[in-house]
């Protein structure tokens, strides 16, 4: 008698393959239904529609009574997913020895509609159903719920259906947990947090050589490929982080961020993103030295060219001309990150920041303030010229990744000094006038955070800057705006303070 497997999945990479193994190879009877039965269908794989399915009483968990299926008529008689649970019906009175099932995940369900209604809709409850019976009869029927195990389930033993059925546990859990995140969310309460953690490898070291680390799979992650097949590390993952966090504020424009130890060394926005790379190096030539840089746009020859010409750790960037992906290469050294996830898209991207303390689990929104037209005010006599204003919006964005206190001095779309990590906000606008020296003249000076002493504004007007941008909102606002107007110096206030620890 063959075996028979139920397969319905949201991710269909490899399933041709697998399927065709499944009914030619292992003599399985393939049932299905939806999208998944057409593109078996098409592909020329035997396969049998789930809606002209019928055969034994016995079901993967059990048997549906006639209480459960009159409760569960009765809970979804005005939903849609009447006909879904017509299909578990049928599907009830089978017998399988492998369910093959992936969902597509609820927050893709929910980005693509912002109506709570339109989205509860949308939560399945039928493939969740069945996952948890498949998994719950382990012993009996091989559940997969991950293409990465299709051709590992083909020969688990017991101990190896097991293994599964956990992780398909988890994949319902995680799905559930979504689903109640949405709705806290809806009704503005959070009063419960489930952090869910799969484990994708161990990794050679954390942050130090004598640190333990590993990583895992988050419910929002990037897609992206490394083009030379070298190992991220620990803290590439981190640096790769904070340049396309950057380069994601100018995602429509040529713009380049070079960081080290997870603090931006340059940035900076060009006519091409070769000129774009040369400011943002400018800044800096130091601290890029073995620093890891974004591009927000193709890198062309010549700019792999500069970069070969100096020590990387790893560039980031949408895409690499044919040239420049094997001179890139050719670099021992160099990993080469291929960002696929659009960084429009990417900008957009819900994440969570958490910091774990002995004294509490902080979880924070991650930082994803605008300058907003009511706040963003000129508060001076002397205006800022358009050029100032242009490059004081640059300059507080790149001030959002900046380590607190920051200040930077920009110029022409490029960073020409930053200064971060200082205790108070004197010290950082004292250091980051002194880094840029004479360039400050008619540059804008960025702060991160309120300035309160009228020491920076001293030293701004002795360096000759021509525009400050900073948050204000505090007691010294009145008397800092006397001295800007007293001598000829613009400031603008946002109402918005950027702290990055």
């Known amino acids: 008698m063959k075996r028979r497997a139920f397969i319905s999945v949201y991710d269909k990479a490899s399933l041709e393959d697998f399927a065709r193994n499944l009914v030619e190879k292992f003599d399985y009877e393939i049932v299905s239904m939806g999208e998944t039965y057409e593109l078996l269908k098409s592909a020329g794989i035997e396969v049998i529609d789930i809606k002209d399915f019928a055969g034994t009483p016995n079901v993967l968990s059990g048997k549906f009574n006639a209480l459960t299926e009159t409760i569960l008529a009765g809970i979804l008689q005005n939903t849609p997913d009447v006909e879904a649970l017509n299909q578990v019906e049928k599907f009830a009175i089978k017998n399988f020895d492998m369910v093959v099932i992936n969902m597509k995940p609820f927050e893709k369900i929910a980005l693509s509609s912002g109506n709570i209604d339109d989205i509860v809709k949308q939560v399945d409850i039928v493939e969740s159903t069945l996952l948890r019976a498949a998994a719950k009869n382990y012993k009996n029927v091989t559940v997969i719920c991950d293409k990465v195990d299709y051709y590992v389930a083909l020969n688990a033993n017991d101990y190896g259906r097991m293994k599964l059925a956990a992780k398909a546990f988890k994949i319902v859990s995680n799905y559930d947990n979504a689903v109640c995140s ?124 500069h970069v070969n010409s100096m020590s990387v750790e790893a560039v980031i960037a949408p895409d690499y001309d044919e040239k420049a992906k094997e001179l890139l ?154 001295l800007c107007d007293k001598y000829g110096m613009a400031m603008i206030t946002t109402g918005i303070r950027n702290y990055t620890h």
Not at 198 to 225: F, L, P, W
Request: with cysteine.
């Open 182 to 305: 949405i709705l806290s969310d809806e009704i503005g309460e959070k009063p419960f947090k489930n952090i869910t953690l799969e484990k994708i490898c161990d990794m050679s070291h954390g942050e130090n050589a004598h640190q333990k680390a590993r990583m895992y799979k988050g419910d929002t992650m990037v897609a992206y490929e490394i083009l030379n097949e070298k190992e991220l590390s620990y803290n590439d993952i981190l640096n790769l982080t904070e340049v396309t966090n950057i380069v994601s504020e100018f995602y429509d424009m040529n713009a380049v961020a070079i960081a080290r130890h997870t603090k931006p060394c340059g940035v900076a926005f060009g006519k091409s993103i070769y000129e774009a790379y040369s400011k943002a190096f400018d800044c800096d030539p130091m601290s890029s030295y073995y620093g890891t840089v974004a591009f927000s746009n193709t890198v062309d020859i010549d700019t792999a060219k």
């Open 329 to 482: 290469c050719e670099n021992p050294d160099l990993k080469i990150v291929k960002l696929i996830t659009p960084l429009k898209e990417y900008k957009k991207m819900y994440v969570e920041e958490i910091a774990v303390t002995p004294f509490a689990i902080l979880i924070q929104d991650r930082n994803s303030s605008e300058l907003n037209k009511e706040m963003f005010k000129v508060v001076t006599k002397e205006k800022p010229s358009a050029d100032q204003v242009e490059d004081a919006i640059f300059g507080w964005k790149v001030a959002k990744y900046a380590k607190t206190n920051a200040a930077l001095i920009v110029k022409n779309g490029k960073t020409l000094a930053i200064s971060q990590g200082h205790t108070n906000t004197i010290s950082a606008v004292e250091s980051v006038l002194n880094m840029a020296a004479d360039a400050a003249n008619e540059a804008v000076l960025v702060s991160d955070c309120a300035i309160s002493a009228e020491d920076c504004i001293y030293a701004a007007i002795q360096n000759r800057v021509g525009l400050i941008i900073q948050p204000g909102g505090t007691v010294k606002d009145s008397r800092l705006i006397e």
